[in-house]
C-alpha cells in the first residue's frame, strides 16, 4: 500500500515536470542499506513525501479545500457566539458559586455556635451532675462520721461499764 503512494508522489512529481529523487542522483533510502532503510512506522516511505501527505484523510482534505474555505467565516462566528454564550453560563455559574458558598458559610457558623453553646450547656450540666454527686458523697460521709463518734462513744462507754462489772466480780469473788 506504501508503495502506491509512493508510486502517486512520483506520477504527480513527473506531470509538473519536477525531476525523480532517483534521476538526480540522490540515494533512495533503500540502496543505502538495511539500517538506512527502516521507516517508522506511520512514517512515509518516501523521504520528499511528509509524514502527513501520504494519509488518505490529507487527500481528501486537499480535495476538498476550496469547499471548506468558504465555510471558515461561518464557522469562525458561530464558534465566537458559542464562546460568548459559554462564557456567560460560566461567570453566572461562578456567581451562582459564590452565593452558595457565602449561604454554606453563614450555615456553618450556626451550626458551629449552636454546637459551641450546646457544649457550654453540656458541661454545665455535667458539672451540676458532677457537683450533685460530690454534695451526696459529702453528707454521706458526715452521716458516717457521725456514726463513728456516736460508736466510739458507745465503745467507750461499754469498755467503762465491762470495767465495773469486773471489778465487782472479783471483790464478790474474793
Given at each position: 500500500?506504501?508503495?502506491?503512494?509512493?508510486?502517486?508522489?512520483?506520477?504527480?512529481?513527473?506531470?509538473?515536470?519536477?525531476?525523480?529523487?532517483?534521476?538526480?542522483?540522490?540515494?533512495?533510502?533503500?540502496?543505502?542499506?538495511?539500517?538506512?532503510?527502516?521507516?517508522?512506522?506511520?512514517?512515509?516511505?518516501?523521504?520528499?513525501?511528509?509524514?502527513?501527505?501520504?494519509?488518505?484523510?490529507?487527500?481528501?482534505?486537499?480535495?476538498?479545500?476550496?469547499?471548506?474555505?468558504?465555510?471558515f467565516?461561518?464557522?469562525?462566528e458561530?464558534?465566537?457566539?458559542?464562546?460568548?454564550r459559554?462564557?456567560?453560563?460560566?461567570?453566572?455559574?461562578?456567581?451562582?458559586?459564590?452565593?452558595?458558598?457565602?449561604?454554606?458559610?453563614?450555615?456553618?457558623?450556626?451550626?458551629?455556635?449552636?454546637?459551641?453553646?450546646?457544649?457550654?450547656?453540656?458541661?454545665?450540666?455535667?458539672?451540676?451532675?458532677?457537683?450533685q454527686?460530690?454534695?451526696?458523697?459529702?453528707?454521706?460521709?458526715?452521716?458516717?462520721?457521725?456514726?463513728?463518734?456516736?460508736?466510739?462513744?458507745?465503745?467507750?462507754?461499754?469498755?467503762?461499764?465491762?470495767?465495773?462489772?469486773?471489778?465487782?466480780?472479783?471483790?464478790?469473788?474474793?
Open positions: 500500500m506504501c508503495f502506491l503512494f509512493q508510486q502517486e508522489r512520483l506520477q504527480r512529481l513527473d506531470s509538473l515536470g519536477v525531476p525523480r529523487p532517483d534521476s538526480v542522483g540522490v540515494p533512495r533510502p533503500d540502496s543505502l542499506g538495511p539500517a538506512v532503510s527502516r521507516v517508522r512506522p506511520g512514517a512515509s516511505p518516501d523521504p520528499y513525501l511528509s509524514p502527513r501527505e501520504g494519509r488518505p484523510s490529507a487527500r481528501r482534505r486537499a480535495a476538498e479545500g476550496d469547499l471548506a474555505g468558504q465555510d467565516r461561518k464557522l469562525y458561530g464558534a465566537v457566539a458559542a464562546n460568548g459559554l462564557r456567560s453560563r460560566l461567570d453566572t455559574s461562578r456567581e451562582e458559586l459564590a452565593l452558595v458558598q457565602s449561604q454554606l458559610g453563614r450555615v456553618t457558623g450556626q451550626q458551629q455556635r449552636r454546637r459551641a453553646t450546646d457544649r457550654a450547656a453540656n458541661m454545665l450540666e455535667m458539672e451540676k451532675k458532677e457537683n454527686s460530690l454534695e451526696k458523697k459529702i453528707s454521706d460521709m458526715e452521716e458516717e462520721l457521725k456514726a463513728k463518734t456516736d460508736l466510739s462513744t458507745e465503745n467507750q462507754r461499754l469498755k467503762d461499764e465491762n470495767g465495773a462489772l469486773i471489778r465487782v466480780i472479783s471483790k464478790l469473788s474474793k
